[in-house]
C-alpha cells in the first residue's frame, strides 16, 4: 500500500483540443480546516410554449472552494513493492486496475486511504478480501500485502480519496434550495474518471491571482479557501456538473432571477458571462456565441468566444477555475463556461443551461 497520492497536481485535462476549466490540486488527505447588470442589447422575447412553465434561477458567477470526498477509494496507479528479494507486485497480481474503485475491505466499508493503510498494516501478510467496483461491475479480489525492504506492509497500489479546488457557481434555484456548478464534472486526473461522490461542499474563495492563458497553455485563478465554513453541500457530481444545496440568505438579494433559456432561445451573436476573477468580484465580460451543435445535450452545446479587452487582458481569455461561469444572453441565463481550447485560450465550450437545471432538479 503506497501511503500518499500521486499530488499535488493541477487539473487540466486535454479532452479534443480543449481543457477543463476547473482548476483542482491533489489533497494529501482529507482537508482540514453582485454581478454588474449590464446585458446586451435587449429583443423581443419569444414565448414559451403554451403550457410550458418557464424556469427563473439566480445566475452567481462566484468562485468558491469545492471540496469533494469519495465513495470509496479511487486506485490511480499500481507499482511494484521493492522487497528484499526483488520487486513484487500484489495489488497487480490480485486483478486489481487502474480506475477500479475499492469498496470494501474484509466485509467493512472503506472510504478513506487512512482506512486501508490500517487494515493492511493490521493484517501484515494475510490474504485480504477486496470488494471494488469497476464501471458496472462488482469485483471480488484476493490479495496478501508483501513486506517492503524497510518493515512496511505494502499492496503496491496508489489511491486516492478527495479532491480539493477552486471552480465557478452557475446558478440558484430558489424554488428547490439547489445550486449548480462547473458546468461539468470532477475528474480524476490521472485516470479521467468520474470521481464518485460521497460527500462535499463548497466553501468561500478569493481569487489572489491569474495565470494568462497562451496558446499550448491554459491559464488558471490562483485562490484561498475559507475552510472554516461551508456555504452549501454538495448531493451529485455528473457529467453535467457539481449540484448541492445551499440557504437562500448564503445568495443574498443582489441580483433578481433571471429566465432560464431554452434550447431555442438560444442564438449565435453577443452574449456576457459573469465571472470572479480578482477578489470575490463579481464582473460581467462580453463574450459571442459563434457556434451552435445540434443536439447539443452534453457540455459543448456551443461555442463562445472572449472578446471583452478587459478579460482578455487580465486572463488571456478564458482559464481553468472560469468552469460554470453563466453565459447571458437577452436577459436569460443560456448557459456556462465549460471548456477552454488549448491552442486558443480566446474561445471555448458552453453547456446548455436548462440541461445543467434539469440534471439538478430531475425536470
Not at 489533497?27 to 442589447?41: I, S, W
Not at 465513495?71 to 486489481?96: H, I, K, Q
Not at 429566465?259 to 459571442?288: C, H, M, W, Y
Request: net charge negative; aromatic share 4%; charged share 20%.
Amino acid at each position: 500500500m503506497e501511503t500518499q497520492k500521486k499530488g499535488p497536481g493541477v487539473l487540466g485535462l486535454a479532452v479534443v483540443g480543449a481543457a477543463v476549466c476547473l482548476a483542482l490540486s491533489m489533497t494529501a488527505g482529507r482537508p482540514r480546516a453582485a454581478a454588474v447588470a449590464a446585458m446586451a442589447p435587449m429583443e423581443t422575447l419569444s414565448q414559451p410554449a403554451q403550457g410550458e412553465a418557464v424556469r427563473t434561477v439566480i445566475p452567481l458567477g462566484k468562485a468558491v472552494g469545492i471540496k469533494l470526498f469519495s465513495d470509496g477509494v479511487l486506485v490511480v496507479g499500481l507499482s511494484p513493492v521493492e522487497t528484499e528479494g526483488g520487486a513484487t507486485y500484489p495489488g497487480r497480481d490480485c486483478g486489481l486496475k487502474t480506475g477500479d474503485v475499492i469498496t470494501h475491505i474484509n466485509g467493512g466499508e472503506v472510504d478513506t486511504i487512512e482506512e486501508i493503510q490500517a487494515l493492511v498494516a493490521q493484517s501484515e501478510d494475510e490474504p485480504l478480501t477486496i470488494q471494488a467496483v469497476r464501471g458496472q461491475r462488482q469485483l471480488q479480489l484476493k490479495a496478501a500485502a508483501v513486506e517492503n525492504s524497510q518493515g512496511i506492509y505494502q499492496l503496491g497500489v496508489w489511491l486516492r480519496d478527495s479532491m480539493a479546488g477552486i471552480g465557478t457557481m452557475t446558478f440558484y434555484d430558489p424554488a428547490s434550495g439547489v445550486f449548480g456548478a462547473l458546468g461539468h464534472g470532477i475528474n480524476d486526473v490521472d485516470t479521467a474518471m468520474l470521481m464518485p461522490l460521497e460527500s462535499g461542499s463548497i466553501m468561500p474563495a478569493s481569487v489572489s491571482e491569474v495565470k494568462k492563458g497562451t496558446c499550448g497553455s491554459p491559464g488558471e485563478l490562483h485562490g484561498q479557501f475559507d475552510l472554516t465554513r461551508d456555504l452549501g453541500t454538495l448531493y451529485a457530481n455528473t457529467n453535467l456538473g457539481i449540484f448541492g444545496q445551499m440557504p437562500k440568505q448564503t445568495v443574498g438579494t443582489a441580483v433578481e432571477p433571471v429566465e432560464v433559456a431554452t434550447r431555442d432561445q438560444v442564438k449565435t451573436g453577443p452574449a456576457t458571462i459573469l465571472s470572479n476573477i480578482r477578489g470575490d468580484e463579481v464582473e460581467e465580460f462580453d463574450v459571442e456565441i459563434t457556434h451552435l451543435y445540434p443536439g447539443g445535450d452534453g457540455t459543448r452545446s456551443m461555442m463562445v468566444r472572449v472578446t471583452d479587452p478587459a478579460l482578455l487582458d487580465a486572463t488571456g481569455g478564458i482559464v481553468q477555475g472560469m468552469s460554470g461561469s453563466p453565459i447571458m444572453q437577452d436577459g436569460r441565463l443560456v448557459g456556462a463556461v465549460t471548456h477552454v481550447l488549448v491552442n486558443d485560450p480566446t474561445r471555448g465550450y458552453g453547456i446548455l443551461a436548462e440541461n445543467m437545471l434539469k440534471q439538478a432538479t430531475g425536470n
